[in-house]
Nanobody
Framework: QAQLVESGGGLVQSGGSLRLSCAAS????????MGWYRQAPGKQRDLVAV???????EYADSVKDRFTISRDNAKNTVDLQMDTVKPEDTGVYYC????????????WGQGTQVTVSS
């Protein structure tokens, strides 16, 4: 069982920057992928960015060239650097840890609110 704790959310002006962090604790198997998902009010939870334990990354088209995901395998942490934020980036951001191997698991953090003012 693993636990994920997010931090770094808050209020930021359009065009500004924000950094989200997520720390995973407990029993963590590899290979895995750590990622960030966003849920805006009244909408489904969508992928923002994900990074595999080998470093491969994937981004939603809406955040490419603005957001950067990174991870520290030794510390079991994943960060999301959000630059040039827009009001449409507003939502609850959830950290996720899921298996990419034979052993299946899928864990979520409690979420952190990001609000971008125009």
């Amino acid at each position: 069982q693993a636990q994920l704790v997010e931090s770094g959310g808050g209020l930021v002006q359009s065009g500004g920057s924000l950094r989200l962090s997520c720390a995973a604790s407990g029993i963590i198997f590899r290979p895995n992928a750590m990622g960030w998902y966003r849920q805006a009010p009244g909408k489904q939870r969508d992928l923002v960015a994900v990074i595999g334990s080998g470093g491969a990354t994937e981004y939603a088209d809406s955040v490419k060239d603005r957001f950067t995901i990174s991870r520290d395998n030794a510390k079991n942490t994943v960060d999301l650097q959000m630059d040039t934020v827009k009001p449409e980036d507003t939502g609850v951001y959830y950290c996720n840890l899921k298996s990419t191997g034979a052993l299946k698991f899928d864990y979520w953090g409690q979420g952190t609110q990001v609000t971008v003012s125009s």
